[in-house]
């Protein structure tokens, strides 16, 4: 079976542009969550989705938002980059426990590597 | 912000030998897991324990919790070089959707 795919792999924008980044989980799992990794630290929470609704939003800007599918695919969207939003994306899927929280494993993407010139 | 610190940072080790990590955080939890990174790409989920669970065992691995103390440990026997990488701890806090990473330790296993 296929893990969580992620694209693209790696990504160059310069400053003020915007990004999309995209992620597929594994099949059967309908929780997609998003991640900030900056070098040199653990990852931090963005957005978790669940059955297309935002289910949960970490300490991040407007300029993040993100998007889950009927297929349960899901896309990050960062608006007006900045040098600070470098850093590798990651997008792990799960599954869900009792009452829609996310309480086991996450499955996590190979990420996106984000560089903001 | 991130919920747990790990410690130490880094850690360097002969293949064979013992490596411990450590892993401290700040609130009520549901779980806490253990994943590694290698090479700054996805992350792998190594082991769960549960809040109400005092140690657990995966293989060459070992988390113990102490939810008194609000910290975790993993100990990685007999290492290989093939564990080299960065370690994290993650917590699932109580009424939340996601998890909390720590910092990370560093670990390198020297053939």
């Known amino acids: 079976d296929a893990g969580v795919t992620q694209s693209p792999t790696h990504l160059i924008k310069t400053r003020g542009q915007h990004v999309t980044l995209r992620c597929s989980p594994i099949s059967g799992h309908k929780s997609v969550s998003w991640y900030q990794q900056v070098l040199g630290q653990g990852p931090q929470f963005i957005f978790q989705?669940?059955?297309?609704?935002?289910?949960g939003r970490g300490n991040f800007p407007d300029r993040f938002s993100a998007r889950q599918f009927p297929n349960y695919s899901s896309e990050l969207n960062v608006n007006a980059l900045l040098l600070g939003d470098s850093a590798l994306y990651l997008c792990?899927?799960?599954?869900?426990?009792?009452?829609?929280?996310?309480?086991?494993?996450?499955?996590f993407g190979p990420g996106t590597r984000l560089t903001v010139l | 912000s991130q919920q747990g610190e790990e410690d130490p940072q880094a850690l360097s080790i002969q293949e064979g030998e013992n490596a411990t990590m450590n892993c401290s955080y700040k609130?009520?939890?549901?779980?806490l897991q253990w994943y590694r990174q290698n090479s700054g790409r996805g992350l792998v989920h190594l082991i769960l324990i549960r809040s109400n669970e005092r140690e657990k065992h995966s293989g060459r691995l070992r988390v113990t919790l102490d939810t008194s103390k609000k910290s975790s440990s993993l100990l990685i026997t007999a290492s290989r070089a093939a564990d080299t990488a960065s370690y994290f701890c993650?917590?699932?806090?109580?009424?939340?959707?996601?998890?909390?990473f720590g910092t990370g330790t560093r670990l390198t296993v020297i053939p």
């Open positions: 609130t009520s939890i549901n779980n």
């Open positions: 989705y669940y059955e297309k609704e935002e289910r």
């Open positions: 792990a899927s799960s599954l869900l426990g009792v009452g829609g929280i996310s309480v086991n494993e996450q499955f």
């Open positions: 993650a917590t699932h806090e109580t009424g939340a959707n996601n998890l909390f």
